[in-house]
Nanobody, 124 residues
């Protein structure tokens, strides 16, 4: 599986961005998809995840109520809609995929496949 993330950019605090991550390969609906982010000098952290068919979603606490993860399996794409952006949301955002998740969806080391990252900058 190859992942291509896009949609990052510069946005003002309070604004919105939608990130996309398109996957190549088959059986996209078999993969748990996650979004993680990494700010300069910080560790990569979990943002959101979605089950293969989209029935279950999971969010990091600060993302709840502001971010929405969704997927379109017909397009092999997962999205992260980010509203009410804050300066602390600024980071490189990565999408990740895992077919056989054996541990926590929030742990980066559970995912085998990663996109290249897309930069989100939020001005105050």
């Amino acid at each position: 599986v190859q992942l291509q993330a896009s949609g990052g950019g510069l946005e003002q605090a309070g604004g919105s961005l939608r990130l996309s991550c398109e996957a190549s390969g088959r059986s996209f609906s078999s993969y748990v998809m996650g979004w993680f982010r990494q700010a300069p000098g910080k560790e990569r952290e979990f943002v959101a995840a979605i089950s293969g068919r989209g029935a279950n979603t999971y969010y990091e606490e600060s993302a709840k109520g502001r971010f929405t993860i969704s997927r379109d399996n017909a397009k092999n794409t997962v999205y992260l809609q980010m509203n009410s952006l804050k300066p602390e949301d600024a980071a490189v955002y990565y999408c990740a995929a895992e077919r056989f998740l054996s541990g926590s969806y929030a742990q980066a080391n559970q995912y085998d496949y990663w996109g290249q990252g897309t930069l989100v900058t939020v001005s105050s």
